[in-house]
């Protein structure tokens, strides 16, 4: 069971957290929601509160969702859950009902959806987006590396407004 917490009470290694364990960024409404997996991101303090940073490619279909929504949620889950994450990132859910597909419930709750069996959840109020430009690039080569098909992310910063735990 999910209990609330304080933001700044989560304590937690995001190089570990996000880039090894990786988390679900999710937006939506019950009938009406979707969620991929993600490996980039962070949390820190912005504009003198507590946020979460994540990146979502244009051909996404959770990007609708972000776009859409003034809430999203980053979703971490205990070990043991690479496979659903796996699968949450390599099919879309356009053609998949991938929660069904992962064997993850979805959790309705603070404008946003999440999922039952998370261990950590992180619930966001948008309040920044701004895609990507070549342009602002200083490294040529990490815009080589990361974008041979020219399908730069939108940056989307969220006010962690509610956190919640096992």
Known sequence: MLKEISPSSIVFNPFERIGRDWCLISAGKEGSFNTM?????????????????????PQ??????????????????????????????????????????????PLFTDGSVTFEEADLVLVCRKLYAQEMEKECFTDGNVYKKCYPEDDLHTIYIGEIVKAYAK
């Open 60 to 105: 996404r279909y959770t990007k609708e969702f972000v776009d859409r929504e003034d809430m999203f949620t980053l979703t971490f889950f205990p070990d043991g859950y690479r496979k659903a994450l796996n699968l949450c990132g390599t099919v879309s859910g356009r053609d998949h009902d991938k929660p069904k597909e992962a064997g993850i419930t």
């Open 37 to 57: 997996t993600a490996s980039w991101g962070g949390v820190g303090i912005l504009w003198n509160m507590p946020v979460a940073t994540c990146y979502i490619r």
